[in-house]
């Protein structure tokens, strides 16, 4: 089984005012609420593509039984932890001229809270796969990462990491099967501007030798990279097609690969159908759907 963890979960209210204009009152022409957080898009993306999963995480208040009542709305299985305080986050993204986002704060996250996700990731089992996807709330450690893959490290769990920065680096010394950074968060890491595949595939071998297994480097229009096990090294274009929106588009790459991978075995083809499918995210308004994702396949292939 795949499970997902999404620790601030978020209804993103979505608006497009035509041209914004601050101090005054604006009138919207679009608006559309969805279910957001990267572990929570993996978990959509899966079920689109006929995987099944878990979604782990918490909510609290009237927006987190929304939260929960759109993703499963999608067919995706959720076990959620309820919080008794506070209020799952709103997220407003603006699209005019000029997008901007307000990110919500979120509920605070005790100790006990953080114990019973402990004890529901302790249920895991050999061979089961975990995402942990995005940053966390200012009330958890900063090491939370860390101690959730200290404390399954004696099973043999594939876990997956799409984070930045320290959150990433200080999680390598426990071997993740997949870390998927893309090329400016690469940078970020080693303080340097990345110009091309190539340099991207030297910082990416660094990571590998720092711990992780396998290293996808997404970048954005010019495709991507594979540092893999077995000292296997893919580059791939991207296929074609006009980006509309690529919020969930690093997310959906996550459940492209993790689907490819569960169904053949084969790093490359996996690697492919993660580009595939971020790619059919990326080129509509919606998360990836299986048909999009076969059709730019074909292209990949």
């Known amino acids: 089984m795949i499970y997902t963890v999404t620790f601030n979960p978020s209804l993103d209210y979505i608006v ?33 593509l006929g995987i099944n999963s878990i979604a782990l995480g918490y909510v609290a208040g009237f927006t987190g039984r929304e939260i929960e009542k759109r993703v499963s709305s999608h067919g995706c299985t959720t076990d959620f932890i309820k919080l008794t305080e506070g209020l799952a986050r709103i997220n407003i993204k603006l699209k005019s001229t000029l997008e901007t986002e307000i990110n919500g704060k979120g509920p605070a996250i005790s100790n006990q809270n953080l114990e019973q996700l402990f004890q529901k990731l ?21 090491d939370i990462y860390e101690k959730i893959m200290l404390r399954l490290s004696h099973k043999n769990i594939r876990i997956v990491v799409d984070a930045t920065k320290d959150l990433l680096v200080n999680v ?3 071997q993740p099967f997949l870390i998927k950074p893309n090329i400016h968060e690469l940078g970020e890491i080693f303080n340097v501007d ?42 791939s274009k991207a296929p074609t097609g006009k980006v509309v929106n ?51 396949m074909e292209e990949m292939l």
């Open 122 to 142: 302790d249920c895991l089992e050999e061979n089961d796969i975990l995402v942990l996807a995005g940053s966390i709330p200012a009330t958890l450690p900063e």
């Open 246 to 296: 690529s919020v969930g588009a690093g997310d959906s790459m996550v459940a492209g690969f993790l689907t490819g991978y569960l169904t053949t075995k084969d790093l490359e083809y996996a690697f492919k159908m993660g580009i595939a499918t971020g790619s059919a995210s990326a080129f509509s308004d919606k998360l990836a759907v299986k048909e999009d994702v076969l059709k730019l």
């Open 172 to 174: 390598l010394k426990y």
């Open 16 to 48: 497009r005012v035509t041209d914004f204009k601050p101090g005054i009152v604006n009138r919207t022409d679009y608006e559309e609420i969805l279910p957001g957080g990267k572990g929570i898009n993996v978990s959509i993306v899966l079920k689109n």
């Open 194 to 235: 990345i110009k091309d595949k190539e340099e991207a595939i030297n910082y990416g071998l660094q990571l590998q030798l720092m711990g992780a297994r396998n290293v996808i480097v997404s970048m954005a229009g010019e495709g991507a990279v594979l540092i893999a096990e077995g000292e296997k090294i893919l580059r």
